[in-house]
Each structure stands twice: as structure tokens, then as C-alpha cells.
């Protein structure tokens, strides 16, 4: 059995500001949901049909948008804003 750690080790858990939370859900929406919107593969980009162009688009797009909300709730925990 793990060992029983006192309530004074524990850090309460915060919740994320909503600005990292929107940075979270923008990949998620652009992905998911605008498929419907540009569903073709007639134009290519650098060879790519156009819809798995975008798809990888945003998976690099999603790696910056994850780092962004990273540094922003790094910095409100060192100022410990709510």
C-alpha cells in the first residue's frame, strides 16, 4: 500500500482560466466540426489533397495552441492568480 500522505502535502487542484480552456477547444472545433465545410479534394497544397492539408495543418497548429495555454497557466501559478 502507498503510503498516506497528509492533507498538508496536497495542493488543491485549480481550475484552468477560461482563456486556456479556449485555446484548448479552438483544434478540437477546427478539426471536428468544420469537416462538412471544405470536404473536397479537388485543390492540393504541396501535393496534399486539400482536406488531409488541413487536418495536418491543425495537428501542428494544436501543438501551439497546447503550448500557449501551457505558459499561460504557468505564469498565473507562479503569481497565484485565480
Known sequence: MP?????????????????A??????PFVAMCFSVALWDRVAPTILGLPFNLAW????VVLSVACMAIAYRIEGARNRTGGE
Not at 480552456?21 to 479552438?26: A, V
Request: charged letters at 20%; hydrophobic letters at 40%; a positive charge.
Open 3 to 19: 503510503p498516506d500522505r497528509s492533507t498538508a502535502d496536497r495542493q488543491p487542484v485549480r481550475k484552468p482560466s477560461p482563456l
Open 21 to 26: 480552456l479556449l485555446l484548448g477547444l479552438i
Open 55 to 58: 487536418l495536418m495543418g491543425w
